[in-house]
C-alpha cells in the first residue's frame, strides 16, 4: 500500500487528505508544517508528499528544496495544495522541485486521480 505524507497546518485539511486518500487504500502520515514533514520524511521513506505552500515555521517552497536534499527523496511525487494561484509562486515550486499543483478546495475524485497519476 503506497504511503502519503499529508503537509498542511490546518487540521481538518490534513484530516480531509487522510480521509480521502486512506480510503482509497493508502497509507496517509501527517504533519502539520514543514519542520514536522522534514522530522517524519527523515524516519519514513513515503511513495509522495502532499504539502500546502504557506505553513508556518517551515513554507512548502523550503520543504521542497529540503526534501530534494534527502537521497530518498530526489524522485518521490511532491504535490502542493494551496489557495493560491499565483503564477509566479507555481513556478517557483515547480523550480524547486513540485511535480504538480493542486488549488484548493480540491475535490476528493481530483485529489485521488492527480496522486494516483503522479505514482504511475
Known amino acids: 500500500m503506497p504511503s502519503i505524507l499529508a ?4 487540521a481538518s485539511l490534513r ?6 486518500l486512506s480510503e ?9 508544517d514543514g519542520v514536522q514533514a522534514l522530522e517524519v520524511a527523515r524516519k519514513t521513506l513515503v511513495d509522495a508528499v502532499i504539502a500546502d505552500v504557506h505553513m508556518p515555521n517551515m513554507d512548502g517552497i523550503e520543504l521542497i528544496k529540503h526534501l530534494r536534499a534527502l537521497s530518498g527523496y530526489k524522485f518521490v511525487p511532491i ?5 493560491d494561484a499565483d ?3 507555481k513556478k517557483e515550486a515547480a523550480a524547486s522541485g513540485a511535480t504538480g499543483w493542486l488549488v484548493k478546495p ?6 485521488l486521480a492527480t496522486v494516483q497519476r503522479v505514482l504511475e
Open 79 to 83: 504535490l502542493m495544495l494551496t489557495t
Open 106 to 111: 480540491f475535490s476528493p475524485d481530483r485529489l
Open 7 to 10: 503537509v498542511d497546518d490546518s
Open 24 to 32: 482509497a487504500g493508502f497509507d496517509v502520515l501527517e504533519a502539520e
Open 15 to 20: 484530516e480531509m487528505v487522510r480521509f480521502t
Open 87 to 89: 503564477s509566479n509562486l
